[in-house]
């Protein structure tokens, strides 16, 4: 995964490892975490398939993978300006499995 040093990333990183389930919305995969880091001022609504993403009005970390409810086309669309962290290693259509419940584990590797 390609990471940015953000004020997100770094609180994100002092709450590992955390769990929480999954939730689904159009091709993006979103989830709580612990952590509630204020928007910063690069944040983007649109972004590209594979981002990593943090939606600070749900406390989440959202990960699209193709078009929301919202998208104009086959954009993605986050629900409102996210920090941006970082892009996915890989295929970011693997997401497409994750049903919403699903435990999600995140760790340091």
């Not at 091709?27 to 204020?38: G, I, K, L, N, W």
């Not at 993605?76 to 970011?92: E, Q, Y």
Request: negative net charge; proline residues 11%; aromatic residues 8%.
């Amino acid at each position: 995964m390609y990471k940015r040093q953000t004020a997100t990333t770094r609180a994100l990183l002092d709450a590992l490892p955390f769990t929480s389930d999954a939730q689904t919305w159009g091709e993006e995969v979103y989830f709580r975490t612990p952590v509630s880091p204020a928007l910063e001022p690069d944040a983007r609504q649109v972004v590209e398939p594979g981002t990593v993403a943090f939606w600070t009005d749900g406390d989440a970390l959202a990960l699209p993978y193709g078009p929301t409810p919202i998208s104009r086309g086959d954009e993605c669309r986050l629900a409102s300006p996210c920090n941006v962290l970082g892009l996915i290693d890989g295929d970011p259509r693997l997401l497409a499995t994750v049903r919403p419940g699903d435990p999600i584990t995140v760790s340091r590797a």
